[in-house]
């Protein structure tokens, strides 16, 4: 059984920092993409970021420049560095793993930035 576990998120001021991370357990074979996606209620979500086991990464338009995405490919766990927090990033966010086969998604973690 698999289980993805997302931790970090909270309230923050605007202009603010959070960590988050995610660290997948159980059998998980050939890990390809990890990521980060978000959503607020009645939109459709959408990707923050990912990073390929090379450590290539892409990002929203919304967020380059603030966020960083980065992984432990041995520990299987992905983190995602928030700097300048704007009430806009104010979300649920979801851990991602893709491989070959399925894909894997947490339970989300709920971020809040006030203004």
């Known amino acids: 059984q698999v289980q993805l576990v997302e931790s970090g998120g909270g309230l923050v001021q605007a202009g603010g920092s959070l960590r988050l991370s995610c660290a997948a357990s159980g059998s998980i074979f050939s890990i390809k993409v990890m990521g980060w996606y978000r959503r607020v209620p009645g939109k459709q979500r959408e990707l923050v970021a990912r990073i390929t086991s090379g450590g290539l990464t892409n990002y929203a338009d919304s967020v380059k420049g603030r966020f960083t995405i980065s992984r432990d490919n041995a520990k299987n766990t992905v983190y995602l560095q928030m700097n300048s927090l704007k009430p806009e990033d104010t979300a649920v966010y979801y851990c991602?793993?893709?491989?070959?086969?399925?894909?894997?998604w947490g339970q989300g973690t709920q971020v809040t930035v006030s203004s």
């Open positions: 991602s793993v893709f491989t070959p086969v399925y894909d894997y």
